[in-house]
């Protein structure tokens, strides 16, 4: 017999707590879960929806947006009143209060920095995956000023990408938070954006949260060659693949 099949049932699950964020092996006290497995499930479910409710320091944001070195961000916001209404209401987060702020950049690619359904996400991970993509990107593309748009579902951005003028948009948000994760960003890409796209026209690239998810220079890498892709297709969605580590690896 081997040492493993000695082991306490605790210590067979822990290594298998390394590979995964959900919650296996909790254990019980009589018919019920340990104390502290139930504290734990409260503490991420309050974290789920503090990360919704709380609002985006937007100033603080475009300061941050800013120092990346792409430009003063300008500010959308939907027809969303406030967060009760855009939970209640989804249209009204895919529509712009007002484009007005936006200027046709002449650009190859639009980078928006949208709230959606974790702000603290965005507040967490935005600046730092802007400046990894703005790396990626270095001198390949023209990249036009970033837009940071609140109270915003995903098709907002074909709004501002069709006023920024790019052929292609980078949707980066906030992604709805879940029991082991509450701060996780994605990356919705939209070829030719303009209002009407359907989700069948975009590719997303989700659960960035470094350390424990995707990290901002992979995102960017996998981002870089979605765009490549492309601008090559003509189109996005359905018919563009990831490519990024096929090449890595030839």
Not at 129 to 146: I, K
Request: one cysteine or more; aromatic letters at 2%.
């Amino acid at each position: 017999m081997t040492a493993e099949r000695h082991l306490p049932a605790d210590d067979v699950w822990t290594p298998l707590r390394q590979s995964t964020q959900a919650r296996i092996g909790l254990g019980r006290t009589g018919n019920a879960l340990p104390s502290r497995r139930v504290l734990e499930f409260k503490a991420a479910h309050s974290a789920a929806r503090d990360a919704v409710h709380v609002a985006l320091d937007v100033q603080a944001l475009a300061a941050d947006v800013e120092a990346v070195g792409l430009g003063a961000p300008a500010h959308v916001r939907s027809r969303v009143e406030n967060r009760s209404e855009y939970l209640r209401r989804p249209d009204l987060g895919r529509i712009p209060h007002d484009v007005g702020t936006v200027e046709n950049s002449g650009g190859d690619i639009g980078i928006v920095l949208a709230d959606g359904l974790s702000p603290r996400a965005l507040a967490d991970h935005g600046a730092n995956l802007l400046a990894a993509l703005a790396r990626e990107f270095g001198d390949a593309y023209r990249v036009a000023p970033p837009v940071i748009a609140t109270q915003a579902r995903v098709a907002l951005g074909d709004h501002i990408g069709a006023a920024l003028g790019v052929s292609t948009l980078l949707m980066v948000i906030g992604e709805r938070p879940g029991l082991s994760v509450a701060d996780s960003l994605g990356i919705y890409l939209t070829h030719l954006p303009r209002p009407g796209r359907k989700d069948a026209d975009r590719n997303c690239i989700s659960n960035i949260h470094p350390p424990g998810g995707l990290g901002y220079a992979a995102a960017a890498r996998t981002a870089a060659a979605l765009v490549t892709g492309a601008r090559r297709l003509g189109r996005s969605g359905v018919d563009l693949k990831d490519s990024s580590r096929a090449e890595l690896e030839a």
